[in-house]
Nanobody
């Protein structure tokens, strides 16, 4: 499975960005897709995930501000980020795993995409 993410950039606090990540290769529609982020000097942390049945889960730090959704026809997952804060600044990585528990654990994710940088200025 290959993952291609895009959509990062520089935005002011309170602004919005949408990330996207397209999967290709041996990707199956029942795979779970998600997003992690890694800020400088910090460990990679879970942000959001969406199961093949469209159920989604979020880290407490982004609940109510971020929305994850997917387009099954395009094998693409999106992360709509609203009300961005400086502490959201990080490299965002998309992820794919076959299990809903694995997609929320950075040590268990099966496939990673290259990161896309999100910078939120104060």
């Amino acid at each position: 499975v290959q993952l291609q993410a895009c959509g990062g950039g520089l935005v002011q606090a309170g602004g919005s960005l949408r990330l996207s990540c397209a999967a290709s290769g041996r990707f199956f529609s029942n795979y779970h897709m998600g997003w992690f982020r890694q800020a400088p000097g910090k460990e990679r942390e879970f942000v959001a995930a969406i199961g093949w049945s469209v159920s989604s889960t979020y880290a407490d730090s982004v609940k109510g501000r971020f929305t994850i959704f997917r387009d099954y026809a395009k094998n693409t997952v999106y992360l709509q980020m609203n009300s961005l804060k400086p502490e959201d600044t990080a490299v965002y990585h998309c992820a794919v795993s076959s299990g809903i528990n694995e997609i929320q654990d950075a040590n268990a994710v099966a496939y990673w995409g290259k990161g896309t940088l999100v910078t939120v200025s104060s």
